[in-house]
Structure formats: structure tokens, C-alpha cells
């Protein structure tokens, strides 16, 4: 791996204001993200950062994803010469970018700069341990002594492509946004700020299970004194489907979240018709089998048995005809229904 530069911590700092430089710390799984842009006759680099998880998957934000769509879009119609790709820390090989898939589409979430980018070869780097579950990623996040941030955007000279990482100075958890949206997936740290092309790096925790990822940058702007980290916890399910399955698309995973409310909406149900006396054991054991088999099929097809999406569906079908069976929308809903 390459040494890592140590730059002097100046006043003017664009990555850290308050935050200790780390050197020799371990960043191989933190790569550089290339774009292309073209305006006018010109054509432009951008850089972003990005978290190499496993099996040709990176980590990134939605922003970056959106400026590496429109370069693919360009790169395909021939109006740009370049294709994105990323490259790690100790080679010099470019990963060129193969497929692209935004959180927005996932139907996890639509409020998170989150995005995943796949590439065509398999990636000569180490990848980050991801958290087993969210508890995993709040318990980390109690000592931020031990998180660290890491990414390739400005440094003092206002260059671009040098990794660098920054132990976190302050951090809030669940901070409040505006409309006090998306607040509880996203890390605000005021003394510790990036700046343009840190989006998309790692916020990053040691644990006594190993270091973990937390979350990406969601932006860095000039002169603005704080970052938003988007964590990952509610995009667990999401980020290891793509990644374990070579083929991956957003149309099964989609089907599989659809699926998996449904169920969670039977409980309920369930649950409602018990309380009113209103649920026979042979109503119980039907609803205590279809949310069996669709936990079971949902875990499957996540970790790559896409065929037993058809088996999800019949499940599916089976999970509605059982819903306006039992009228569930009065059970739950009283107040609600005519």
C-alpha cells in the first residue's frame, strides 16, 4: 500500500478543522472515484470518494452517482471519450464502472445520498467490514474516539486525489434537519468538515468485532464548518443484497421489500385480532405459516436465490387474500373505517 502523505494542520484545513491527521492508518478499502464532464469543448475531471465493501461493490453517495449516470449516458452516446472508474490505494488499475444503483430506487429510503457502484473487474483492494446490524453502528458511534473519516477531496493546496483521514473532532448523532427529515440516518460532525470530492468517503469505526462501516459523506461544501454523514442502517439489507449477488437488479429487491411490509402488516394484524378475541387457531396457524415462509423466502433471496421470487409471490398473493379475509384495515384502523 502506499505511505500516506501527513499534511501540516493548518487553520485554513479544508478536511478537518479540529482533528488529528493519521499516518500510516489503514485506508486500502477507501478509493477515488472518477467522472468525466464535458462543457463546451472542454473536458473535466471530477473526483468523488467511495468504500470498496466486498465482490466488486463500492459505497458512495447519490450525488456522485448521479454525476457518474450523466458521464455513462455521455460516454455511451461517444460525446465523451472516458468511461468512470475508480482506483484504490497501492495500484494504479482502473476499475472502470459497470452498473449503478441509487438508494431512491431501492424503497428502503428516499432521503438518503446513499448509491452502490459495481465495476467490471474484480478489485485487487480489502474491503470494509459492514455492521451486522444496526445496534452494531449505534453502540460504535457512543466513542467517537474511535471513528475516523477518510476521503480524496481538496486539501490546502486545493488539489484533488490525496487520501486523507481525519480522526472525528465532534460528533452528533441523529441531528435535526430542517423539516426534520432523514434526521436519524444521518451523523453531523461540526469540527470535522469535508470538502468537494470527500462525498461519498468513509465514516468509519473500530469495534471489538473489527473496524466497521458507518456511513458516506453525504457532501462537502466550501467555507460551510460541518459535514452530514448518511449512515447505513436502515440500507443493511439493501447493500449486502447487491453485493452478494453477481446479478442484482432493484426490480427483485423491490418485490422482496413489498413483501416483506406485507407480512409485517399481517403481524400486526395478527396482533390486532387477538386483542379483540377475533383470531380462531386456524386463522392463527395460516397467519403464523405465511409469515414463516415469507421471512424465510425474503432471507434467501437475499443472499442470491432470485428464483424464489415466483415462491414470494405466491406467498404474497396467498398474504392479501388472508388480509381482506379477516378485514385487517378494521382491526386496525377502527377510527378510520366506515
Same mark, same amino acid.
Given at each position: 500500500m502506499k505511505s500516506l502523505f501527513l499534511l501540516t494542520l493548518l487553520s485554513t484545513s479544508a478536511f478537518a478543522v479540529k482533528g488529528e491527521y493519521i499516518q500510516g492508518h489503514d485506508l486500502a478499502s477507501t478509493c477515488m472515484?472518477? $467522472? $468525466?464532464?464535458?462543457?463546451g469543448e472542454k473536458v473535466l475531471t471530477g473526483t468523488c470518494s467511495g468504500s470498496f465493501i466486498g465482490n466488486k461493490t463500492f459505497v458512495t453517495a447519490e450525488h456522485c452517482y448521479d454525476e457518474v449516470a450523466h458521464n455513462s449516458e455521455k460516454f455511451q452516446s461517444q460525446q465523451l471519450p472516458q468511461k468512470s472508474f475508480f482506483t484504490c490505494p497501492g495500484s494504479e488499475k482502473k476499475y472502470q464502472v459497470q452498473n449503478l444503483f441509487p438508494m431512491k430506487n431501492s424503497r428502503s429510503s428516499e432521503w438518503q445520498d446513499l448509491a452502490l457502484i459495481k465495476v467490471e473487474e474484480s478489485v485487487d483492494?480489502?474491503?470494509?467490514? !459492514?455492521?451486522?446490524?444496526?445496534? #452494531?453502528? #449505534?453502540?460504535? !458511534?457512543? @466513542?467517537k474516539e474511535n471513528c475516523y473519516m477518510s476521503g480524496y477531496g481538496l486539501d490546502n493546496e486545493d488539489k484533488y486525489g490525496v487520501l486523507k483521514t481525519a480522526r472525528v473532532a465532534s460528533l452528533e448523532n441523529s441531528p435535526k434537519d430542517l423539516f426534520s427529515v432523514g434526521s436519524t440516518q444521518r451523523v453531523r460532525l461540526r469540527e470535522n468538515y469535508t470538502d468537494h470530492g470527500d462525498s461519498g468517503g468513509p465514516l468509519y469505526c473500530k469495534t471489538p468485532n473489527g473496524t466497521?462501516?458507518?456511513?458516506?459523506?453525504?457532501?462537502? %461544501?466550501?467555507? %460551510?464548518? $460541518?459535514? @452530514?454523514? #448518511?449512515?447505513?442502517?436502515?440500507?443493511l439489507d439493501w447493500i449486502n443484497y447487491h453485493k452478494d449477488n453477481a446479478n442484482s437488479n432493484e426490480?427483485? $429487491?423491490?418485490?422482496?421489500?413489498?413483501?416483506?411490509? !406485507?407480512?409485517?402488516?399481517l403481524i400486526e394484524c395478527s396482533e390486532a385480532m387477538k386483542k379483540l378475541n377475533a383470531l380462531s387457531g386456524d386463522v392463527e396457524k395460516v397467519m403464523s405459516k405465511l409469515i414463516k415462509k415469507s421471512d424465510a423466502y425474503k432471507m434467501e433471496v437475499l443472499l442470491g436465490g432470485e428464483t424464489l421470487v415466483v415462491k414470494m409471490e405466491e406467498v404474497w398473493e396467498e398474504m392479501i387474500k388472508q388480509w381482506e379475509k379477516n378485514d385487517c384495515y378494521k382491526k386496525l384502523y377502527p377510527d378510520k373505517s366506515n
Open positions: 472515484l472518477t $467522472f $468525466f464532464v464535458k462543457k483492494a480489502p474491503p470494509i467490514q !459492514l455492521p451486522k446490524s444496526a445496534d #452494531e453502528i #449505534e453502540n460504535a !458511534l457512543k @466513542d466497521i462501516l458507518i456511513g458516506a459523506v453525504h457532501g462537502g %461544501v466550501k467555507g %460551510v464548518k $460541518f459535514n @452530514d454523514v #448518511e449512515k447505513i442502517n436502515a440500507a426490480d427483485t $429487491f423491490q418485490r422482496v421489500m413489498i413483501n416483506s411490509d !406485507l407480512c409485517q402488516n
